[in-house]
């Protein structure tokens, strides 16, 4: 059986002994999506399988390639990342997914935040951070997968629950980057767990129709978080059932205009923030969204500042809505550099 029908395969179980409400526990472990996100003293996770790293990514990859693997996989992390601890905790300790992943790939770690020298493919020389920067992370844990001629397959931003990550090793392994984006891909696939709910959460933050986004001819006077959610999600009605029941993040959010859209509705006109006329389900597609919930902040002047299409719980979306209203996305690389930055909360 390939990668991809143990995928469906395991939807099929989580399907079968879900119910509608988010608090099952056994869903929650089996899923990894349900974790305390709170930032502590962790530590950078270098366990045993990953390579002994000089961080010059030209021999990591030589090396990997002698090895008879396909590539090299860059992890990047910080040691105070909660969303780190659980790709090892929830993914990693599962043998299937650690085996498939280091039978193919060398894997070498980057403190996203560390001031040690890297030397990437192209032999330029730079610290951690500035690297971690110049490869537009925005989250961690991130990883980028490279084929055996330094050639990028694609990058993971954030933090993906155990099922999403075996579909995106797959999609990697077997390389159906050649023929559709990795959204297409999981289209096709459909890994996502469902539960038996007929609509999208509804919240009163939300601006009603009709969508009239665009900001490229009038400069609006807040920022933009467009939602895109889609019916019989689980993460979604995570996303809902706590950070966005917490006073801190709503107070924040009054401060935006706040867009719901559904992922897979054709049938809603949006004008988007760029002056563009389409409708939900096909600017979704244009955007790449692949992740339900996705969130996608826009300035005023509807440029994108930044996205959530992975895992976030309560002090993650509540440090990004800081990094929109304070304008730090104006004065730091990325929102990691940002929140580095930044005094520890009470």
Known sequence: MGWLASVVSLVGMVVLFATASVADESVESDEGIVFDDTPRPIGLHTPDWFELSFLDLREDLEDAVEQGKMGLAVYFGMDDCPYCE??????????????????????????????????????????????????????????????????????????????????????????????????DYLERADPPPKFDLDDINQREFFINQPYALDRSRIPAERPLVVFFEREACHACDIMHSEPLQQDEVLERIGLMDAVQLDADDADTPVLTPGGDRTNAKDWAAELGVHWAPTLIFFDERGEEIIRIDSVVHQNRLRNVLDFVLTG???????????RAQQPPRP
């Open 86 to 183: 659980a790709l090892f905790d929830k993914n990693f300790a599962q043998d299937d997914i650690r085996e498939y992943l280091a039978s193919h790939f060398n894997v070498v770690a980057i403190d996203a935040l560390g001031t040690r020298e890297v030397t990437d493919l192209d032999g330029e020389t730079w610290l951690e951070r500035r690297y971690a920067a110049e490869q537009r992370l925005n989250f961690t844990p991130s990883i980028a997968f490279y084929d055996e001629d330094g050639e990028r397959i694609h990058q993971m931003r954030g933090y993906y629950p155990p099922y999403r990550f075996r579909a995106l090793l797959e999609y990697v392994i077997d390389r159906h980057d050649r023929e559709e984006s990795f959204r």
């Open 328 to 338: 730090g996305y104006e004065e730091y690389p990325t929102f990691e550099r940002w």
